[in-house]
T-cell receptor, first 114, second 107 residues
């Protein structure tokens, strides 16, 4: 199984809503990532978890709250988002170290904030 | 610092070759290459490590020039399926992607 599964695929939410994005992998990867991608732009790193601990937070606003309940799951909790947060949110996973650090991406959640 | 890719866009006919460059102002240690088709997730193509050899993947290969602080992706005898946006990524404790090169292969 070389898949990273993200749900939901599409999400529309209002600025006062609370929602969560979910990501799952069963490749035994110990690093998991959240990226944000705007149209025609590269993915921008938001958070990195290594061995279920938050290792990188790219100064992301607190309205985005990541969670890694176990080595296979990654969540992104959303609260009081702004319209400019509308984007494709990609989850990825990888091994840790050297040539094995290639990223496997999920197909993403297309988020629209109204 | 974001790596710089060139060209930003390229249009090819099937069977033509292309080169995409990725440059950094900092020393390179590893370079990743990914392809993203419209509406899909980025897909890993290859990774090159400092001191490593040129890598190949079907008719797509890449090189790593430490002196020039540059990596190049070579697409030979392009196929329609090669269309997409190509991103290089440089590893500096975290993977930073270049701005992308949009490649269109026409019949």
């Amino acid at each position: 199984d070389t898949e990273v599964t993200q749900t939901p695929k599409h999400l529309v939410m209002g600025m006062t809503n609370k929602k969560s994005l979910k990501c799952e992998q069963h490749m035994g990867h110990r690093a998991m990532y959240w990226y944000k991608q705007k149209a025609k732009k590269p993915p921008e790193l938001m958070f990195v978890y290594s061995y279920e601990k938050l290792s990188i937070n790219e100064s992301v606003p607190s309205r985005f709250s990541p969670e890694c309940p176990n080595s296979s799951l990654l969540n992104l909790h959303l609260h009081a988002l702004q319209p400019e947060d509308s984007a494709l949110y990609l989850c990825a996973s990888s091994q840790i170290g050297g040539e094995e650090e290639k990223l496997f991406f999920g197909s993403g959640t297309q988020l629209s904030v109204l | 610092q974001q790596p710089v890719q060139s060209p930003q866009a390229v249009i090819l006919r099937e069977g033509e070759d292309a080169v995409i460059n990725c440059s950094s102002s900092k020393a390179l240690y590893s370079v990743h290459w990914y392809r993203q088709k419209h509406g899909e997730a980025p897909v890993f193509l290859m990774i090159l490590l400092k001191g490593g050899e040129q890598k190949g993947h079907e008719k797509i290969s890449a090189s790593f020039n430490e002196k020039k602080q540059q990596s190049s992706l070579y697409l030979t005898a392009s196929q329609l399926s090669y269309s997409g946006t190509y991103f290089c990524g440089l590893q500096y404790g975290k993977l930073i992607f270049g701005q992308g090169t949009e490649l269109s292969v026409k019949p």
